[in-house]
């Protein structure tokens, strides 16, 4: 009696078939969450920025300007310093669709959001694209900095509306 030793070749095309079914059915399901992942990450980045900005500003007593251009890919620059280009550093913000202020909502190619000496801005909102294919808005308020996340279109043009309210009285 011959005993085997060894795979036939039927059997192992039956193991990578099923190995590449698994791997395939394992990258669709986690493309969503690393989208998003990657999104939530560039929002990080744009906040991270602004925080970096306002404290250099307040710190040195210098203003700061945020630029959010969109000619070829969405970037970000930060330029500190009264000669207006000092430490500018640029990233790379795929999922940015715009930003907009309560006094222009964007028209351009190109965003600026001046912060002044006191690390102050005015309050601004940027839209990004989600994995759903919807957006997501997120705020940042002038005075603090402060992000509120998750807005809809909706939400945003509603605060714009009570900013312009409250700097006119009622």
Known sequence: MHTRSGWTL?????V???LAIVTAGAAFTLRAPLRAGRVQSQIDTVLMADRAARS???RFGQSARLEFQWAANPTLSVLRGTSGGQNRL???IDSLIEVQTPASPQTSDKTAIAIDP????PTYAMCFSVPSGDESWVVVAG???QPIFNLTERDVDELWELLEESETGP
Request: aromatic share 0%; no cysteine; hydrophobic share 45%.
């Open 16 to 18: 990578m078939t099923l």
């Open 10 to 14: 039927l059997e192992l095309v039956a």
């Open 118 to 121: 006191a690390g102050r801005s």
């Open 56 to 58: 250099h500003a307040r």
């Open 143 to 145: 005075e603090t900095g």
């Open 90 to 92: 640029l990233r790379r």
